[in-house]
T-cell receptor, first 114, second 116 residues
Framework: AAGVIQSPRHLIKEKRETATLKCYPI?????VYWYQQGPGQDPQFLIS???????DKGSIPDRFSAQQFSDYHSELNMSSLELGDSALYFC?????????????FGPGTRLTVL | AQKITQTQPGMFVQEKEAVTLDCTYD???????LFWYKQPSSGEMIFLIY??????QNATEGRYSLNFQKARKSANLVISASQLGDSAMYFC????FGGGADGLTFGKGTHLIIQP
């Protein structure tokens, strides 16, 4: 079965640079979620989109923005990167329209800020 | 206050034994869902099992079952006949449906090590 696709899988950036993470949800899933997992931490919810509209917002820094496109893929844009942004970033998807509550996670993008 | 509490930071279990991973939660929302995820050392987050607050029966998925005790606000994961491949970090998570929130709130996790 198709899974959530995230790219790139690894990313190394310098402080103050920008980064864009991409997420392709499971086919026919309409909701996308972004999470940040710091080293040795549990995942923290950042933001979600349903049918291309922002659905919920968690602890996403103002330096970060995200959107969902017409083909349902999503991008997380991160600017003025800080050392503390080094983390594993997960995208997850679900099918709200068909009543699916389970969020299926992608493999994650490991971001290292130097 | 912690919404999800996992009191076992680490556990060592002999292969083929059953394992119970503890999870307690705190919510005033009558409508919520409880999830367990497995995170191997490779980093991916694998969905294991889901229990809705209104579900009458405890959820089961293969070797995984969820011991849901609503009055005690606990949702323990039981893994029967553990295997070496079960060694991983296990996270309990909750989503509250009443306020329209989307995000999962995770516990701190339990690091399970299966010994041969």
């Amino acid at each position: 079965a198709a899974g959530v696709i995230q790219s790139p899988r690894h990313l190394i950036k310098e402080k103050r640079e920008t980064a864009t993470l991409k997420c392709y949800p499971i086919p026919r899933h309409d909701t996308v979620y972004w999470y940040q997992q710091g080293p040795g931490q549990d995942p923290q919810f950042l933001i979600s989109f349903y049918e291309k509209m922002q659905s919920d917002k968690g602890s996403i820094p103002d330096r970060f923005s995200a959107q969902q496109f017409s083909d349902y893929h999503s991008e997380l844009n991160m600017s003025s990167l800080e050392l503390g942004d080094s983390a594993l970033y997960f995208c997850a998807s679900s099918s709200r329209t068909s009543g699916g509550y389970t969020q299926y996670f992608g493999p994650g993008t490991r971001l290292t800020v130097l | 206050a912690q919404k999800i509490t996992q009191t076992q930071p680490g556990m060592f279990v002999q292969e083929k034994e059953a394992v119970t991973l503890d999870c307690t939660y705190d919510t005033s929302d009558p409508s919520y869902g409880l999830f367990w995820y497995k995170q191997p050392s490779s980093g991916e987050m694998i969905f294991l099992i889901y229990q809705g607050s209104y579900d009458q029966q405890n959820a089961t998925e293969g070797r995984y079952s969820l011991n849901f005790q609503k009055a005690r606000k606990s949702a323990n994961l039981v893994i029967s006949a553990s295997q070496l491949g079960d060694s991983a970090m296990y996270f309990c998570a909750m989503r509250e449906f009443g306020g329209g929130a989307d995000g999962l709130t995770f516990g701190k996790g339990t690091h399970l090590i299966i010994q041969p």
